[in-house]
């Protein structure tokens, strides 16, 4: 895994300097985007042994957001690694947490996690925040508020 060229830490209601770093990246062609939210030490589970990871279709609890740029070949995607063991589309959209319009999905696994097509009209405003809800919905802990963004300029 390469190393963030920067890291921003932030909360939902102070999200600027994420934001510009998605729009820039986005008119640029280049560059991903990690979240991570928060969480209480206390509240993640002990973690489970390599054994037992390989017959579980769960992966780690604390979920993460990725978004890709679009380049001149492919569109801007969002990726999802969670630990709820299912499909999860339909489980957000119970939850009003439905896909930035006009996006598709590309994956949906209980392993390999979410991935989802955008759109080149999907502003990076509509992105970042359905990340953080999409994260926030499949977290099985409480969030802090605080946020984490891995900047990768590509």
């Known amino acids: ?24 990246m986005a008119a640029s062609g280049r560059g991903w985007v990690n979240l991570r ?39 801007a995607s969002v990726g999802v690694q969670h630990g709820v063991a299912a499909k999860v589309v339909p489980r957000l959209r119970e939850h009003g947490v439905g896909l930035p319009s006009g996006a598709s999905v590309v994956q949906d696994h209980s392993r390999r ?14 992105v970042l925040a359905w990340m953080m809800e999409a994260v926030d919905e499949l977290c099985p802990v409480q969030l802090t508020g605080a946020w984490r963004a891995d900047i990768h300029h590509g």
């Open 1 to 24: 895994m390469s190393r963030p060229s920067e890291q921003i830490e932030f909360r939902f209601d102070d999200w600027s300097d994420v934001l510009g770093r998605l729009e820039a």
């Open 37 to 75: 939210p928060e969480v209480e030490d206390d509240d993640i589970a002990a973690p489970r042994s390599k054994v037992a990871g390989l017959f579980s279709g769960a992966g780690h609890p604390v979920p993460m957001a990725t978004w890709v740029a679009a380049t001149a070949k492919d569109p």
């Open 113 to 126: 996690g979410l991935v989802v097509r955008l759109v080149d009209e999907t502003p990076a405003d509509v």
